[in-house]
C-alpha cells in the first residue's frame, strides 16, 4: 500500500484523498487506486480517447528505470482504457505509440453518478496487467525476480468544475508527468505464485 498521494509538484498534501495498493503474481502486476472525488466527470466513451482533459487514474511504468522504453496506462471512472508507450521521454510525439495494446483487464467502482452535478463520494479502478505487456521488440517478458526495482508513478486526475487538479504517489517537481527520473521505486517482494 502507499502512503496518500501527494501534490505533484511540490511533495505536499494532495488536495483530495487518493492511495494505491499494487499485488503480483506470475501472470499480472495488479493496481488498485481509491481516489475520493466530490464531482465525476468522464464523458469519453472510446478506447485510447484522451482521458486526462477529465478524472482518470494514470500510471507510468518503466521496468528497466531507464527513462526509455516506459509505459503509460490511463483508466477513467467509466471504464475507459488509453495506453501508450514511449521510446525516451515524451518520444514519439504526440502521445507515443497508441498501437500498443497493453490487454490490460480493468473495473471500476463508482461512488456516485457519473456526469450529472450531484455530489459524489469517488470512485476505486483496478487493473490487472499481464507481464507480456512490457515487452519491447518481440522480447518476451515474464514477472519480475523477488528483489527487483522498477521506476513507476501512479496518479488521480480530478477535474472540478472550473479547473484540474492531481495527487502522485511520487511528486515530480514539475507540472508534467513525463519524469521517468522521479518516479517511484517499485520493489518487488514476496513470491509471485
Known amino acids: 500500500a502507499t502512503p ?18 499494487l499485488l503480483w503474481d506470475e501472470r499480472y502486476l495488479y493496481v488498485g487506486v481509491e481516489v475520493q472525488d466530490a464531482l465525476l466527470r468522464a464523458s469519453d466513451t472510446q478506447r485510447d480517447s484522451h482521458l486526462w482533459k477529465e478524472d482518470c487514474v494514470e500510471l507510468m511504468i518503466d521496468p528497466d528505470g531507464d527513462g526509455r522504453g516506459y509505459f503509460e496506462i490511463q483508466v477513467s471512472p467509466r471504464g475507459v482504457v488509453f495506453d501508450t508507450r514511449y521510446d525516451r521521454r515524451r518520444w514519439p510525439q504526440p502521445y507515443g505509440r497508441v498501437e500498443w495494446d497493453a490487454r490490460v483487464r480493468a473495473a471500476v467502482d463508482l461512488r456516485g453518478t457519473l456526469d450529472d452535478d450531484a455530489p459524489d463520494a469517488g470512485y ?19 514477472p519480475p525476480a523477488v ?4 521506476r513507476m508513478n501512479v496518479y488521480a486526475i ?6 484540474q487538479r492531481a495527487a502522485a504517489w511520487s511528486a515530480l517537481g514539475i507540472g508534467d508527468f513525463h519524469v521517468p527520473g522521479r518516479f517511484g521505486i517499485l520493489r518487488f517482494e514476496g513470491e509471485a505464485e
Not at 476505486?124 to 515474464?142: C, D, K, Q
Not at 480530478?158 to 479547473?163: A, G, P, Q, S, V
Open 124 to 142: 476505486s479502478v483496478e487493473i490487472a496487467i499481464p507481464w507480456h505487456a512490457f515487452s519491447l521488440e518481440g522480447a518476451r517478458m515474464g
Open 147 to 150: 528483489g527487483d526495482h522498477w
Open 158 to 163: 480530478d477535474l472540478m468544475r472550473r479547473r
Open 4 to 21: 496518500p498521494f501527494v501534490e505533484t509538484r511540490d511533495g505536499g498534501p494532495a488536495q483530495f484523498e487518493t492511495s494505491a495498493k
